[in-house]
């Protein structure tokens, strides 16, 4: 295995989680619900779900990050994104993970970090299986294709 | 006073994102890349992030009910069934293939990046399928 040294980013990929672990533990903590995003967008469409109006309140925060960002951070801390993908794979990638989120009842945050975080094996499955198909999909658009 | 709280609560989560590299579809793909030249980053975005979530989870087990008062929702579903599993290999499919996940894409896309609102777009759509196919299975 040969490692992107130039790519790897520990320290600020690190202190990143940290943020997301803070965010989540305080959001249970303080208002006793699972930080989702996709549980978070389900309420808002859904307008049956929507019991409150935290997540319209989470979802401007989230908005409001690359701002925030901007203004308060060295701009070496945010990187730019690189996509390769093109337009095409982009919208089955969207419809991919907005189908299978959904099916799934949760993605990166709510299986991901909550999930491992109160020791769910449900979410552990899950988690496997997303990272599984994850890394057979870029092995196949990087090695196959 | 709530709103403002779940307000900075998102707005540290968005920013956790952009500082993580999360929001960079490069970096998750190079992450997701264990055969080529491998970028170990967002491990340590999980390892971070499931560390602190660990003792904030560990502590709500001995409570009652949140600091706003309101009940702490646990999660119900323990089963492993079809739906989570066949769901979340799709999800993953869907995350290799463009680098987004839901979260970050939302941010990418609040930060002015017109893939990652096709992206979104496309993503609510999807959701919106899913609803239009359970409610007919019902």
Known sequence: ?145 | MQSVIEFVLGLLFGVGLLISGMTDPGKVQGFLDVAGVWDPSLALVMGGGVMVGLLGFTWAKKKHSSFSGAPLQWPEMTQIDRPLVLGSLMFGTGWGLAGFCPGPALVAMAAGNDKALVFVLAMLAGMVLFDRFKSRDN
């Open chain 1, 1 to 145: 295995m040969q490692i992107d040294w130039i790519h790897f980013t520990p320290w600020t990929s690190l202190l990143g989680g940290v943020l997301l672990g803070v965010a989540a533990a305080a959001l249970f903590l303080n208002s006793g619900r699972i930080l989702g995003i996709t549980g978070i967008l389900e309420g808002v469409l859904a307008p049956k779900h929507a019991d409150s109006p935290w997540r319209f309140a989470f979802l401007l925060g989230l908005f409001a990050a690359p701002l925030a960002a901007k203004f308060f951070l060295p701009a070496e801390l945010v990187q730019t994104p690189r996509i390769d993908a093109n337009w095409a794979m982009v919208i089955a990638a969207g419809v991919l993970v907005g189908y299978g989120t959904r099916w799934g009842a949760g993605c990166t945050s709510g299986h991901g970090i909550c999930g491992l975080s109160r020791l769910s094996v449900r979410s552990l499955v899950a988690t496997l299986s997303f990272m599984g198909t994850g890394f057979v999909t870029v092995f196949v658009i990087r090695h196959v294709l």
